[in-house]
């Protein structure tokens, strides 16, 4: 159900956005940008940030308003929203909202037959929600989008409750309806999650979901300032409300960077708010004093839970102290408190649901929303009073640090969790007084537990809810302070005795009477013990009987099989015995027939022979059996160590979902150069060498970026005014040039204005020390502290493909898009030819001859003497699209083309036979490739998906080792590798925003640049 927002406010106070509240929502338009353009790409998105950071209201009043503005999407620019939470149950409630106001099926009234048709479908797995829409309406007319908030609840809830195998059970289910109809091409079904970062580690069991946030994760960056300064500023405008300079300068100092604050913001504008609204009239501005009054940033909500607990009565504050000292939490996890039901509440507090649902109602709706109550199921919210909620619903703080300020709080969990280790020692201590290892409590320990007891009056409920023995330790305790309260009266007689001596007679009664009660109710708990000693003596009888019994099974049954075997070898024994009858029976035949055995001898020899042979087949065998032995130990320590290498790659991702959520990297380092050591000690085991991995990369890249920007360093080499389109690689340092026209040479300031847009570079060794083609079709050569020298203009002023050395002494070739031109330096023009369609790409052959052309139409030859020969024509064979790009390595020609593909060929081969198999296939760029290049082995493509991936070609399926090394925010257009004066080889890649930057080629050179950012200051 969509909730209503109170117009009047422009602060949502502790709750998120609504998406009726989108005027007031500021401060993310970049954010729904960059979201609608990665949900153009990917059907499925996963919105990951620290809690508090703003997804909710990211989605609510950022994205939800954006797409009904319209999107494009598969069906359409028309949208259909289904908002919906797991909750404690995930598919009932997602088929509640698909079946809510009439989503799906517009014409039709929705009704609870509807619903349990599409929870039936939800269930039957990763084809349920494809059923459902194909089913729909809306199909194929309408996009299908459902945004799943707080997706943490599938993880964090299921252990509250006895059927948690069945919801683990509903969570797979769950999982695999949302990412299943991701699979299906022609589905306009989306699906957009929001989940905290720190629980990224727990889809790392979901493999499908795994691979799919790996494709479209978003992280919701941090704010900047200016942003902030939005977020405050206007909501105000065209209010009676203003805020001074002084109040802005001290909100932005104390948000600083830190968005888990961003709560703490908008509550504190929503109390200055409603402050102002209620006592003030005419024009009002914010000054530092109302910041302060209203406890600033850190303790805004401290100070409003502060006044809110004093408003309540007697009776309600005891229950209130109550409830949250019943939610701390009992692991070590780094969370404070820990989910509960209403129900344990209500036992806990004892008090009824309905006093508890009063008491929490106002910290849990609207803008005082402090903590989460969930429902069984949403259905159960449906037509119920806010005041009362069902007995089965789970409390709990999704956000602590909302709390974490009040010193109340901080004060009622820190008694608790005294209160319980004092209990539970207690307990220890009467089991082993019951077990005769201690005696009774003597003071202080005596003194310390009376006093806790009789001041905090636990109950019988709260202590065998935390370990059970309640009564036998409070009957321990009871009866240790009883016994030494006897022991000081004894004591005390005993002084009056000495002082009053007159008295003696009758204080010896008392004296004695005391005396034998203490001695009565020292028998009494001695038999008591004695009692139980007898009775734990009697069960181990017992049980010592059971297993005398066993064993008497046990040595029936082994005297059975010794029986057996006895009657098994006397069997043996006969047979033995008539076999050495039959044997001489034998050798009488034998020595009657010696007559025969020269006659035999032949046969004799025969069978000697055929006896050898069988002899040495045996050890064949034998030998064959040992082998297949051993390879199958190979095979089985191959298989367990491969396990632990998929184990290893598995915490390699979860190290980036760690990195990507902790404040501070250099925690992590350890842990990274640990994981990292073990990936390549295992990959050497498994496969005798280093596999790549994009994991791997990614981690690393992610390492690099934070501690670059924590050490003031960067990868970034410079910045243009507009898009570098080439580079290269010039006498030990490189060139780079793009659409601002200057020619930047080894770096950003020494450069040189060209006057054009530089569309290629050609180093040389001398003077002149390159050669320029520009946008027009222009070349220019350059000299050394010279002004550029325009050497000629190609006829049709088309831009430049490439610029080439033509082979021929003293000769190059500037291809534009229509038309190849050789050239020197000395005669300028030597020849030129004109080309029918547009040229994509250029390169030169083995033979120096002849150059291979790709053009919007196919590929052809073109030899320097002006022929032109056509290889293929598009739409033939996997030349279905245009190749946007070519390069060559020895006799491997490799081909990119505009819809993402590469395809990589023996270059004889394929200039004999262009319809022979590519010897590599690889699919991972979703558009042009712009650059590629050979690289030890490797293969590195660039492309305007704004990507830089490598494959190392001397692996078996190396497409299945493919590493994303840059992922960038801007179209890639040209890549280099450099050998630095320290060894050390880098990528450097331009792009449309004007940056040249570097990236690591060897990920154990990376892992070192990472641990000397670790020790520099």
């Known amino acids: 159900m969509a909730a209503k927002a109170n117009s009047l406010i422009p602060f949502p106070g502790c709750r998120s956005f609504y998406e009726s509240e989108q005027s007031s929502f500021f401060g993310r338009i970049k954010q729904v940008d960059d979201l609608l353009l990665l949900l153009h790409k990917h059907k499925f998105i996963a919105l990951t940030g620290q809690i508090g950071s703003g997804k909710s209201s990211f989605l609510q009043s950022g994205l939800i308003p954006a797409l009904r503005k319209g999107h494009n999407g598969l069906a359409g620019k028309e949208w259909v929203i289904c908002n919906t939470r797991p909750g404690l149950a995930p598919i009932k409630n997602l088929a509640y909202a698909l079946s809510e106001n009439n989503l799906l099926n517009p014409s039709v009234k929705s009704t609870p037959e509807q619903r349990k048709w599409i929870e039936k479908n939800l269930n039957e797995g990763i084809s349920g929600l494809e059923s459902v829409y194909r089913r729909s309406e809306i199909f194929g007319k309408k996009n299908l989008i459902i945004i799943i908030d707080q997706f943490e609840d599938l993880f964090l809830h299921t252990d509250r409750f006895n059927n948690a195998a069945v919801l683990n059970e509903e969570t797979n289910q769950y999982i695999n309806a949302i990412t299943g109809a991701n699979f299906a091409e022609d589905i306009a079904v989306y699906v957009v999650i929001a989940l905290g970062a720190e629980n990224i580690i727990d889809i790392s069991p979901y493999r499908r979901l795994q691979d799919l946030m790996n494709q479209g994760q978003y992280l919701l960056p941090r704010i900047n300032s200016l942003d902030v300064k939005r977020l405050i500023v206007n909501p105000l405008s065209g209010t009676n409300l203003s805020i001074s300079p002084e109040s802005m300068d001290s909100l932005l100092e104390q948000f600083g960077s830190d968005m888990r604050l961003l709560p703490n913001l908008q509550f504190l504008l929503f109390k200055i708010w409603t402050t102002f609204q209620h006592t003030s009239v005419g024009e009002m501005v914010i000054q530092t004093e109302n910041l302060t009054e209203a406890g600033n940033l850190q303790h805004c909500f401290a100070v409003h839970l502060e006044n809110h607990y004093d408003s309540l009565d007697t009776r309600q504050k005891l229950v209130f102290e109550k409830l949250f000292k019943a939610m701390l939490s009992e692991d070590s996890l780094g ?69 974490i300020h009040w010193d109340r709080f901080r004060t009622w969990l820190e008694e608790e969790k005294e209160s319980r280790d004092i209990y539970k020692r207690l307990v220890q201590d009467q089991s082993r007084y019951d077990a005769g290892k201690t005696a009774l409590l003597r003071p202080p320990d005596l003194d310390f537990l009376w006093k806790w007891y009789q001041n905090k009056q636990p109950s019988k409920i709260w202590g065998e809810f935390l370990v059970p023995g309640y009564q036998n330790a409070i009957d321990y305790l009871t009866l240790s302070y009883n016994t030494y309260k006897n022991e000081l009266l004894l004591k005390e007689n005993a002084r009056k005795n000495e002082i009053k001596r007159y008295r003696r007679n009758m204080l010896i009664g008392v004296v004695v009477g005391l005396f034998i009660i203490s001695v009565v109710s020292i028998l009494a708990i001695n038999a008591n013990n004695e009692k139980r000693i007898a009775d734990r003596e009697r069960l181990i009888a017992i049980k010592a009987q059971e297993d005398l019994a066993k064993k008497k099974l046990i040595a029936d049954q082994l005297n059975r099989d010794l029986f057996e075997s006895k009657d098994s070898i006397n069997q043996i024994v006969t047979q033995l015995k008539t076999k050495e009858i039959t044997i001489q029976k034998q050798n009488s035949s034998l020595i009657k027939k010696s007559s025969d055995l020269e006659k035999s001898s ?5 069978q000697y022979k055929n006896l050898e042979a069988q002899i040495k087949e045996t050890k064949v065998a034998v030998t064959k059996a040992e082998i297949a032995k051993e390879k199958e130990v190979v095979a ?19 190290l980036v979902g760690e990195f990507l959520a902790n404040e501070n990297p250099l925690e992590l380092i350890p842990k990274l150069n640990s994981k990292v050591n073990d990936y390549n000690e295992i990959s050497n085991e498994v496969f005798g060498t280093i596999q790549p991995n994009n994991t791997l990369f990614q981690v690393l890249n992610i390492a690099t970026t934070k501690l670059e920007a924590l050490r003031n360093r960067s990868s970034q080499i410079l910045k243009a005014t507009a898009g570098l389109r080439t580079i290269s690689n010039q006498n030990g340092s490189f060139l780079c040039g793009g659409d601002d026209g200057y020619l930047f040479i080894g770096g950003g300031k020494n450069k040189m204005n060209i006057g054009e847009r530089i569309r290629a570079t050609l180093p040389l060794k001398n003077e002149p020390i390159a050669l320029i083609a520009t946008f027009t079709g222009g070349v220019y050569a350059i000299n050394s502290g010279k002004a550029p020298n325009k050497l000629f203009n190609s006829s049709t002023n088309m831009p430049a493909v490439a610029l080439l050395n033509s082979f021929k002494n003293g000769e190059y070739l500037l291809a534009t898009q229509n038309e190849l031109v050789l050239f020197s330096l000395e005669n300028g023009v030597i020849s030129k030819s004109m080309l029918r369609d547009k040229l994509l790409s250029i390169v030169p052959l083995n033979d120096k001859n002849k150059f291979l052309l790709s053009t919007q139409k196919g590929l052809y030859l073109w030899k320097t003497s002006g022929e032109i020969e056509s290889l293929i024509q598009l739409g033939n064979g996997e030349f279905s699209n245009p190749v946007s790009a070519m390069t060559l390595s020895r006799n491997i020609i490799s081909f990119g083309f505009q819809n993402g593909k590469i395809l990589l060929y023996n270059l004889s081969e394929f200039l004999q036979n262009v319809m022979v198999n590519p010897k590599e296939k690889f699919v991972f760029h979703r558009s042009d490739i712009t650059k590629m290049l050979f690289f030890e082995d490797k293969l590195f493509s660039a492309s305007l998906d704004k990507s830089v991936y490598f494959v190392d070609l001397k692996l078996e399926n190396s497409a299945a080792y493919a590493v994303k090394l840059v992922d960038n925010n801007s179209w890639v257009w040209d890549i280099i590798i450099r050998k630095e004066n320290n060894g050390v080889d880098f990528l450097y890649y331009a792009d449309e925003n004007g940056y040249l930057k570097k990236y690591f080629v060897n990920a154990d050179d990376q892992l070192n640049w990472i641990n000397n950012l670790v020790k520099s200051k």
Not at 350 to 367: H, K, P, R
Not at 602 to 606: A, G, N, Q
């Open 335 to 403: 969370k404070l408190t820990q989910p509960q039901t209403l129900t344990h509440l209500s036992s806990i507090c004892e008090a009824s649901t309905d006093e508890i649902s009063f008491l929490l109602n106002d910290i849990s709706e609207g803008e005082s929303k402090f903590l989460d109550i969930l429902p069984p199921d949403v259905s159960l919210l449906h037509g119920n009073s806010t005041h009362s909620y069902h007995r089965n619903s789970l409390v709990f703080l999704k956000n602590e640090n909302i709390f």
């Open 636 to 654: 089985t320590k191959k298989a367990k160590t491969r396990e632990e290498f998929s184990n290893i790659k598995n915490q390699l991702f979860l």
């Open 602 to 606: 032949i046969t004799i020899k025969e």
